[in-house]
């Protein structure tokens, strides 16, 4: 990795994640309104944190970054998709996301509906142009690894047992069953694309997973304990949800302080499964990190 | 091909893409309600037509079935993804499917969406199995084509166009854009996959491409004719959908005579592209008359 700091890498792997699905969509000419939508889906906001997860991964291994560009940005066209459907009426029925109105209420539900659609089947393409990622064999396994991780024996399925917990009560291990599937599972993906980009070796590419179900945890936590510590404004989308909607979280369990603990032992646990990598894996140290201390 | 009836070929075909789908479901566990209402949306119906342009298309060289069994099952999985969120109240607002509940009457509008979602999802996965194709630069291929029949620059284009089309007048040429999309870009992916399993050259994969193109024009025709001069009872859907939603389709056009002209003449392209392909092809051309004359 190079050295700059991680404010400073964070921010080009999300300009260049940006000008990525840019270009991309531009070329998508069939039905202009649908790709207006997703653009509103896609574009302008995030941290793009799951990119940087594909880039740190795979640049352990020297990947190209025309190869982790190309997978971390159609994992984030998939995590964008998520969001799409997640805030439809018969969904969350979400009005605001990133501070902009959500797709739905700046189009309508129909188009809501196709331009989710349309973000995740244009990810699937995206992994298997052989311009952007050369080995046809890596490109099959990302395209398993991000079917696996967003379908329904990962992120749907997440998102199922998540309404579910709005009207039956969850005991600890449903919630971290349904926070790993539901958010940890495209964390994890990540780092995963990056080992698959790497043709990393089974027990590295299993002490990278490892890492990734820590950072998705970390996440998850954290992002509970924003929903009810944060300002609607500093989080740029409605904050208290979980609590009106009645949603089990580990806060809602053990409070603040005890998801607190939970956080912080995600994180020496993901922390630890890097010991093989040595400096090279400092920037996903630095990472797991950001995600259990931000603000928004 | 065998010498066995075509319906006999087609039941055939249905029967092994049922068993295949239920045996691919019955394996997905993390989220059980999940699984039930995507067995709702894609088992027990449907003549797998889809499928059966694979097998037919796959069989003109010598493809094994386990591979376009696979390849079939998939774009099936996609197409029936297609009519669970098509069915959505923000949608067409379809209450009756195949003579069943639509998947959101039956669950609700939040786990169809999740159904479809998780359903398209679970297709590039199957695509994606080395267990099921051997090949990777097939398996990735196959991604890449059922991405483009079936997102931005196919299918879910063309749901955008008719939608569009409730509130504008469309010309001929919008109408014929609208339904090479909406309908015709599966279709023609089906043959194009028996194509790749079959690693045609260039000149061959094109042929069956325009084979395919009329094909599913000539299966959008008809059904915009049966529409008009269908049953409910004899389609498993509701009918007169066209004109109660103020859809421009050839018929209103041009009136069921004309529409009926037009399919012939695709019936006839469609034929003369296998020109080709001798006898082997014959399954193909019974199909797309099998197309044009279907009564549901």
Request: proline letters at 3%; glycine letters at 10%; aromatic letters at 4%.
């Amino acid at each position: 990795m190079t050295s700059a700091p991680f404010d400073t890498q964070l921010a080009a792997c999300a300009q260049r994640t940006e000008a990525f699905l840019i270009a991309r969509l531009d070329g998508l000419t069939a039905a202009p309104r649908l790709t207006d939508a997703m653009r509103h889906g896609a574009l302008g906001g995030g941290k793009r944190l799951r990119p940087f997860l594909v880039e740190a991964s795979a640049r352990l291994f020297g990947v190209e970054e025309r190869e982790y560009l190309a997978a971390g940005a159609a994992l984030e066209m998939v995590h964008c998709y998520s969001l799409v459907h997640d805030d439809l009426p018969d969904m969350d029925n979400d009005h605001l996301r990133r501070g902009k109105p959500t797709v739905w209420k700046a189009y309508d539900p129909a188009l809501a509906i196709l331009a989710g659609d349309a973000l995740l089947t244009e990810a699937f393409r995206v992994l298997t142009d052989p311009q952007l990622i050369a080995d046809s064999e890596t490109r099959s396994e990302l395209v398993a690894a991000l079917a696996v991780g967003s379908g329904p024996d990962g992120m749907v399925a997440g998102q199922v047992l998540d309404i579910e917990g709005e009207t039956k009560r969850l005991d600890e291990d449903d919630i971290f069953k349904m926070q790993a599937l539901k958010t940890g599972a495209l964390i994890r993906t990540g780092v995963e694309m990056g080992a698959i980009l790497g043709r990393a070796d089974v027990e590295t590419r299993a002490a990278l997973v490892l890492y990734g179900v820590h950072a998705g945890l970390a996440f998850q936590i954290a992002d509970d304990i924003l929903d009810v510590t944060a300002s609607s404004h500093a989080l740029g989308k409605t904050v208290g949800k979980d609590v009106e909607q009645n949603k089990s979280t580990i806060v809602s369990l053990r409070g603040v302080d005890g998801a607190r603990e939970i956080l912080e032992h995600a994180v020496e646990q993901g922390i630890r499964a890097l010991n093989g990598f040595g400096q090279d894996a400092e920037i996903l140290r630095i990472l797991i990190r950001h995600f259990a201390e931000r603000e928004h």
